[in-house]
C-alpha cells in the first residue's frame, strides 16, 4: 500500500506539473522538454555502461538540446531544402558524428555510432512532437488536441490494469514483458475509446468513428512504447531505467508509452483530420 500511494501521489504531483507547464506553453515546455530529455538520455547512458557499451556523451548532450529547439513551431521552414530544422540538425548529428568516429576511432565505432543515433531518435526525436502537437493547428485548439494522448494512455493504463488483474489469460508480449496481457490490452483500447469518445463529442471536434480510428492507433502506440522500453531494458539487463521518480523507477519508465503516443496524435491529425 505504502508502494501504490507513493506511486499515486509521484502521478498526482506530475500530471498538475505536465497540465501547468503546457498550458503555459512554448517558453515553458522548452526548458521542461530539455531537462527531461537530458534526464532520459542519462537514464539510457547509464543502461548502456552498465553493459559496456560507449556512446558519445556530449554529442547526445548537444544535439539533443539542439532538436528540441529546433522542434519549436516558430521556426520558418529552411528555404533551400523546404524541411525543417529538426531533419537538418539530426542530419549534422549524424555526419558529426561519423567524423568524430574517423577522426578518433576507438575499439567499436560503429556501436558507439549506432548506439548514439539510436539516443538521439529514441528520445529528443521523439519528445519534439510534444512541442509541435501543442501548436496544431494553432496554439488554442493544439492545447485540447494536447490533451487527448495524455488523457487516452491514462485512460488505456488505467483499463488496461483492472481488465489484466481480472481477465488476463493470454499473454501479449511474454519474452518482453511478461505481464502484459491481451485481455489486459482490450481493455486498455475500450477505456481508452470511452474517454476518447467522450471529449471529442463535447468539444464537437470529431465523429464517433474518428475517435474510435485513433483509439486504436493510441492504445497500440502506447502499448507499443511501453513494450520497445521494455525491450530496450530486457537487452540491456535493467530492470528500471532510473530512480528519479518515487513507485515509477525512472523519467523513461513515466513517458514511455507518450514518447510513441503523442508522435502518433501528431500524425494522425495531420494525415487523417487536417487533410480532409
Known sequence: MESLSTRVLTSVVGFAVLSLVVWIGAWAMLPALVFVSVMCLYEYIRMLDKNDI?????????FAAAIIVASLPMWPQVPWIGGSWREVVLTIAIGSMLVLEVINPGERPLERV?????????IPWLLGYFLMLRYTPDGEHGLLYFALPLLATFAADIGGFFAGYYFGRRKLAPEVSPGKT??????GLAFGFLVVLVMTQLAHIWSPLDAFLYSILVASASQLGDLSESLIKRALKTKDSGTSLPGHGGFLDRIDSLLFAVPATYLFLNISVFTR
Open 114 to 122: 549506432v548506439y548514439s543515433i539510436f539516443g538521439l531518435l529514441y
Open 182 to 187: 491481451v485481455e489486459g490490452a482490450i481493455g
Open 54 to 62: 560507449d556512446v558519445r556523451r556530449i554529442s547526445l548532450g548537444v
